[in-house]
């Protein structure tokens, strides 16, 4: 049963509540906010109901509404913003040491309130945190790559990993650029949209690093090892047989700095539509 109470000391009935939930489970027809209850499991537990009340009245899944942030006043301007999304530049040098844990954990945890279909809320966040691992990592994907690449087994679009095999063997790091950290976003095929899902919630992750201070670097190369040459280090990451995963990122503490914006206004490819 959802838990939804309503403080009827502060409740104005507004009907905003009623007006705003996606599958319409609220009414108002007692004279106070209440769950329908015949249709109350088909509860999203999306909490708008708790966002969008003005009086702050309604709980909803035992949350307290003085608890979640206020956004009067608080957002950030739109010219912040817009020069996070333009500054932010994909790294390749990274200094060795590690981020804290707590600064990821909280990274993290905003990053788990990024939309998902359904809101499904499936997202599988694994990240390598110790130098240590991250070197197996990087030496079990080059290991399954030269496997590959010497029994001639990489269909042609992935022939490149020859050139990155390589430049591995003459001490260069294409893949991984040697960052301290990785992170991998997975969910269940049978989610309704298991590959949206983590692509947002990894993007939502690059840019809230990026305003940290840390440096991200999208990296399709893992993506393509780990899926065709060795998926056994995916299982071995503890990520379950059944999830798909999305492009992973490598982040660390950057070793360049970048000074200005790139100029991309006029790569905006806009199509207009009137019916």
């Given at each position: 049963m959802v838990s939804f109470v309503v403080d009827r000391d502060m409740c104005t009935r507004c009907g905003e509540c009623v007006k705003d939930c996606?599958?319409?489970?609220?009414?108002?027809?007692s004279g106070w906010p209440a769950l329908v209850m015949e249709r109350?499991?088909?509860?999203?537990?999306?909490q708008h109901c708790l966002a969008v009340?003005?009086?702050g009245a309604v709980s909803v899944l035992g949350r307290n509404p003085a608890a979640s942030q206020s956004l009067a006043g608080a957002l950030p301007a739109m010219e912040v913003l817009e020069t996070l999304v333009k500054g932010r530049r994909s790294v390749r040098r990274f200094q060795p040491e590690a981020v804290p844990s707590e600064t990821i954990r909280r990274l993290l945890?905003?990053?788990?309130?990024?939309?998902?279909?359904?809101?499904?809320?499936?997202?599988?966040?694994?990240?390598?945190?110790?130098?240590?691992?991250?070197?197996?990592?990087?030496q079990g994907v080059m290991e399954a790559i030269r496997e590959a690449v010497e029994q001639e087994r990489l269909p042609p679009r992935l022939d490149f990993f020859a050139g990155i095999l390589k430049a591995?063997?003459?001490?260069?790091?294409?893949?991984?650029r040697r960052a301290p950290h990785l992170l991998i976003a997975s969910a269940s095929r049978n989610a309704p949209t298991p590959v949206a899902d983590c692509l947002i919630a990894l993007s939502t992750f690059d840019l809230l690093a990026t305003?940290?201070?840390?440096?991200?670097?999208?990296?399709?190369f893992a993506h393509a090892a780990l899926g065709h040459c060795a998926p056994h280090l995916v299982r071995?990451?503890?990520?379950?047989?059944?999830?798909?995963?999305?492009?992973?990122?490598?982040?660390?503490?950057?070793?360049?700095?970048?000074?200005?914006?790139?100029?991309?206004?006029?790569?905006?490819k806009l199509n207009r539509v009137v019916w």
């Open positions: 996606p599958v319409q489970i609220i009414s108002l027809e109350a499991d088909q509860c999203l537990e999306c009340c003005p009086a945890t905003v990053t788990a309130h990024a939309p998902t279909g359904k809101n499904h809320r499936g997202v599988l966040f694994t990240v390598v945190e110790d130098g240590a691992t991250m070197e197996r990592l990087r591995w063997d003459k001490g260069r790091d294409i893949i991984f305003n940290a201070g840390l440096g991200t670097l999208w990296v399709g071995q990451l503890g990520i379950p047989d059944d999830h798909e995963l999305a492009c992973p990122l490598v982040f660390g503490v950057p070793a360049v700095r970048f000074h200005r914006t790139v100029q991309r206004d006029a790569d905006l």
